[in-house]
């Protein structure tokens, strides 16, 4: 996994329950420095769990923690200093304003950057004297960026950092995870978006019901999927029989047909002929390549968003 590179950070059967819920159950990654690494999961596969305990909020029942080179039983301040954490719930006092809350942030550390060069990063020069209950969604989960960015972080915890978020500021977020990327910082990402996890990862790790069920790089992980191309059609009213004839392997989710084949020209070939002697009209046809969703849904039987 770490292709000879440094790893920033590594865990080993770490392990966390809440009563009689087994939160983390087993879970093992490494992520190499200058990397975006995401767990991708659905509600309660146990992201934030996982990233409490990297981020010293929690401790774990058990498990092997290495952050930058030292293994660690858990982790403490020292750790603390060289990481920069966005908690899912953040929430700044109402009636500072942006640039307040960023020196406040700044104080707490020894060294922090600017709070000029942290606005900057994050694109709120414009909203410096604003108040925080007057910043939209997007705005607000941009300072609370450059709060986490503060202290100059090597390794940086986003949990599900576009949740609620319009497509717009989902991608101002994006752009600035991009941006840290290209700096050398380590991130690691939880998030329930397939498309985030597509777009921004190195390596994905997908979570469910506390364990590891796969990871690797977005296209290894598609690569797993045997089929690498799927045609996509309304079919509503077809009996299964009347398949009869097309390559390739076919499903019906509800009214759409998915045909997957890896022989695109071959399976489109013969779909076109199948229509033209069935008289189905192919209505909304797409092909496309697997994506993550396809993936977990072949290890669970269920979608990500369900
Ligand atoms: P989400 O996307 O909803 O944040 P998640 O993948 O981050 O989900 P966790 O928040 O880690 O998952 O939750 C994992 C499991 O542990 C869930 O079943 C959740 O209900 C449970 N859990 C989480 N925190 C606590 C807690 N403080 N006390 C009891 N159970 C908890």
Not at 56 to 76: H, L, N, Q
Not at 118 to 145: N, T, W
Not at 273 to 294: A, F, G, I, T, Y
């Amino acid at each position: 996994m770490s292709n000879g590179q440094q790893l920033l950070l590594a865990v080993r059967d770490l392990r966390k329950s809440y009563g009689g819920v087994q939160a983390v159950d087993g879970v093992s990654f490494s992520v190499p420095a200058g990397t975006v690494f995401t767990l991708l999961g659905p509600n309660g596969a146990g992201k934030t769990t996982t990233l409490e305990i990297l981020e010293g909020i929690r401790d774990a029942d058990s498990g092997e923690i290495e952050m930058f080179g030292t293994r660690v039983r858990r982790v403490t301040a020292v750790s603390k200093g060289r990481m920069g954490v966005l908690l899912q719930e953040g929430g700044f006092e109402p009636y500072l304003k942006v640039r307040e809350v960023l020196h406040l942030f700044a104080s707490f550390f020894d060294r922090p950057r600017p709070v000029t060069e942290v606005l900057a990063e994050v694109s709120l020069e414009d909203k410096a004297g604003a108040l925080v209950r007057h910043l939209s969604g997007g705005q607000k989960q941009r300072l609370a960026l450059g709060a986490a960015l503060i202290n100059d972080p090597d390794l940086v915890f986003l949990d599900e950092p576009t949740t609620g978020l319009d497509p717009q500021a989902r991608r101002n977020i994006w752009a600035i995870i991009e941006r840290l990327k290209g700096e050398g910082k380590t991130i690691v990402l939880t998030t329930h978006y397939m498309e985030e996890a597509e777009a921004l990862s190195d390596e994905v790790c997908i979570m469910d019901h506390g364990r590891v069920i796969a990871d690797g790089t977005p296209r290894e992980l598609t690569a797993q999927l045997s089929q690498d191309t799927w045609i996509e059609f309304d079919a509503p009213d077809l009996a299964p029989g009347a398949w009869a004839g097309l390559a390739g392997e076919i499903q019906r989710d509800g009214a759409t047909a998915t045909l997957k084949t890896s022989d695109l020209v071959g399976a489109l070939d013969a779909l076109l002929r199948w229509s033209r002697e069935k008289q189905v009209p192919l209505r909304n046809m797409v092909v496309r390549q697997p994506n993550l969703e396809d993936v977990f849904l072949s290890l669970t039987g269920r979608r990500l968003r369900e």
